[in-house]
C-alpha cells in the first residue's frame, strides 16, 4: 500500500505529463498555441492553481513558451530544455534512451572524462583515490542490474567530485539517470566484466600518476562503446 500510494501522481503530475507527452508525441508541435488557462481547466478537469503550476514546470522544462499578452505556445524542447526535460523525455520512452542520445552521452563523454583524470591526477591524494576502490568491489559483486549501473554511474561521479572541480560534479550528477541508462543498455548488450575491469585499471593508473595512461584508457574505451563492441567504459 504505500508503495502504491508513493508512485501516485498527484493532479499537477498528471497534468504536466500529459502535456510532456503530447508535445514528446509530436500530438503538439512548436509554435502550436496552448488554449487559454481557463480553458484549460475545463479541457482537463483541473483546477487553475493547477494549470498555473502545471504550466510554470513546463516552461522551465522548455516544453511551453509563454509570451506577454499573446498566450502560451509549444516550445522546441531540444533547444529549450534541460536536464529535466531529458528526463520527462526518457520516462515517455519507457525509461531508455535512443541510439542517438546514448551515442551523445559517450561523446560528451570523450570530450569530458580526460579533463576530469587530468585534475584528480594533479590535485587528489593517494587516499582519496582509493577511496574509489570500495566501489569496485561493490561493482564486482553485484549481481542486480539495476544496483551494478546505479554503483558504476556513482564511481564516475565520485572521480568528479574529488576532482574538486563543482561544475564537472554538479554535472556528473545531475545527468545520473541518463548516465545508468546508457550502461544499462550495453551492460544487456555486452556484460559488465569490461567496464568493472575498466573502472579497476583505471585506479591503478590515477594512483600510479600516470594521467596520459588513464586518459589513453578512457578514450580507447569510450571509442570501443561508440563502435559497439564489447569495451564499456
Not at 531540444?78 to 520512452?93: A, C, P, Q
Not at 559483486?141 to 561521479?157: I, N, P
Amino acid at each position: 500500500m504505500a508503495a502504491e500510494k508513493k508512485n501516485k501522481l498527484s493532479v499537477r503530475e498528471s497534468f504536466v505529463r500529459q502535456l510532456e507527452n503530447k508535445i514528446i508525441s509530436g500530438k503538439l508541435k512548436p509554435g502550436d498555441k496552448l488554449p487559454p488557462a481557463k480553458e484549460l481547466c475545463s479541457l482537463m478537469g483541473v483546477s487553475l492553481t493547477v494549470v498555473n503550476a502545471g504550466m510554470s514546470e513546463l516552461a522551465n522544462k522548455g516544453f511551453i513558451e509563454t509570451v506577454p499578452r499573446r498566450g502560451s505556445y509549444v516550445a522546441d524542447y531540444r533547444k529549450k530544455g534541460n536536464t529535466d526535460t531529458f528526463i520527462s523525455v526518457m520516462r515517455y520512452n519507457g525509461g531508455t534512451l535512443t541510439a542517438s542520445e546514448a551515442r551523445s552521452f559517450i561523446e560528451t563523454r570523450m570530450a569530458l572524462d580526460p579533463f576530469v583524470i587530468g585534475l584528480v591526477v594533479d590535485r587528489c591524494s593517494d587516499k582519496e583515490i582509493e577511496e574509489l576502490l570500495p566501489l569496485c568491489e561493490k561493482m564486482q559483486q553485484e549481481r542486480d542490474m539495476d544496483l551494478l549501473c546505479s554503483l558504476v554511474t556513482d564511481f564516475y561521479y565520485r572521480l568528479a567530485s574529488i576532482s574538486g572541480n563543482t561544475f564537472m560534479s554538479l554535472l556528473y550528477r545531475s545527468t545520473a539517470e541518463p548516465q545508468s541508462c546508457v550502461y544499462r543498455m550495453y551492460f544487456e548488450k555486452n556484460g559488465s566484466e569490461t567496464t568493472i575491469n575498466t573502472c579497476k585499471k583505471l585506479v591503478e593508473l590515477l594512483l600510479a600518476r600516470d594521467a596520459e595512461g588513464a586518459k589513453s584508457l578512457m578514450i580507447t574505451a569510450l571509442n570501443t562503446a561508440l563502435q559497439g563492441e564489447m569495451a564499456v567504459v
